[in-house]
């Protein structure tokens, strides 16, 4: 697996009349962790499935590793580009270890059966995400966090040199979340992920690119985009952001509006 270089030059996305993202140019380096972060409807999931060839840009480009990303070959792209995207919809009447295994199908031929590399790979993405032992377990009898963290076995299975997710950590516990955080972060591969925790995207990525209205308000490294400016301007809330003094990363901590809510006990009879 050798990471790629993604570049999304000036693209916009629209539904009928309507603008999902307009003039977006980002780029993520062969092995970074780039995260896009913003408030809901700001564009973060069409982005990506403009990346992932499902939302076809009315301009720009998407290219990956300098070839435009929407001429490649379906074979090809699928070697290259895993996607986790968000509620799926995946209701597969198949075991856990079964739907992993689809993520070695773009390296078969058709009737292709699995080589104890396969095997290897597989099991391997299983323990990546904590799901060994949910293998032979019905997928559509799982939880909504077990599901999510199969789907990201199996785009792990897939071995691509880039891999994007939309919101990954939803429904998982805590735990969960920074295993499948950390997990991502020591992949030789290129990672584009759209995340609402400000403070994991802070910790695990490189660099962030910040949406509003279907455009990029700010871009760089989390220490430098995270101010309570952006946040107040982008978010509409008030926050606090200090360095973690022992991570070394952005500590985000929102303020509520307005004086706070005196306690029972503090309450004047």
Known sequence: MTATELVVDGVTLTAGAHRLVEDVSLTARPGEVVGLVGPN????????????????????????????????????LARTVAAVVQDSGADFDLSVREVVAMGRTPHKRLLDGDTPEDAELIDAALDAVDATGLAHRPFDRLSGGERQRVLIARALAQQPSLLVLDEPTNHLDIRHQLDVLGTLRKLPATVLVALHDLNLAAYYCDRLY????????????????????????????????????????????????????????????
């Open 41 to 76: 409807g700001s564009g973060k999931s069409s982005l990506l499935r403009a990346v992932y060839r499902v939302l076809r840009p009315a301009a720009g480009r998407v290219d990956v590793d300098g070839a435009d990303a929407w001429s490649l070959p379906v074979r090809r």
């Open 210 to 269: 910040v949406l509003r209205d279907g455009g990029v308000t700010a871009s760089g490294p989390p220490a430098e985009v995270l101010t309570p400016r952006l946040l107040s301007d982008v978010y509409g809330v008030a926050s606090e952001i200090t360095v973690h003094p022992r991570t070394g990363a952005p500590q985000v901590t929102f303020l509520p509006d307005g004086p706070r809510p005196a306690a029972a006990d503090d309450r004047v009879a």
